[in-house]
């Protein structure tokens, strides 16, 4: 699996991003939000992948747990939390969205306002060290 935080590749600033969804429902979900990230401005250019474990013998396939996100020099920690959070509110049920960048990892479970701005803020360090805007 990939290293989530910021890289730099092929010359260029890369962000890496591992998107996990808590619940029984983690494939759909993950596919739902992975079609709504590529409809947002804010994340619509980043190139985004499924992954997960290999399957097991005798399974059926691979069982998808995370959404991989990697995007250019354009990142917005905020951006891409309230499209997040603006797709959690059209669930039935909202899961809890656990994001990874870097060596940081948080999760987006009620939406409130305080959770918001501490996962931006969360999100806005990579390695303890505030990210340039």
Known sequence: MALSGKRVEDGRERVHVQIRIAGDRQEYELRSLQGWLRREPATRGAAMALGGKAPEPGSMGQLVDVLQLVTGNGWSAASFVLSVLAWRQTRPSPPRVVIRHGDVE???????????????AALEQVDGTPESS
């Open 106 to 120: 948080v999760s987006l479970a009620e939406g409130t306002d305080e959770e918001v701005r501490r996962v931006v």
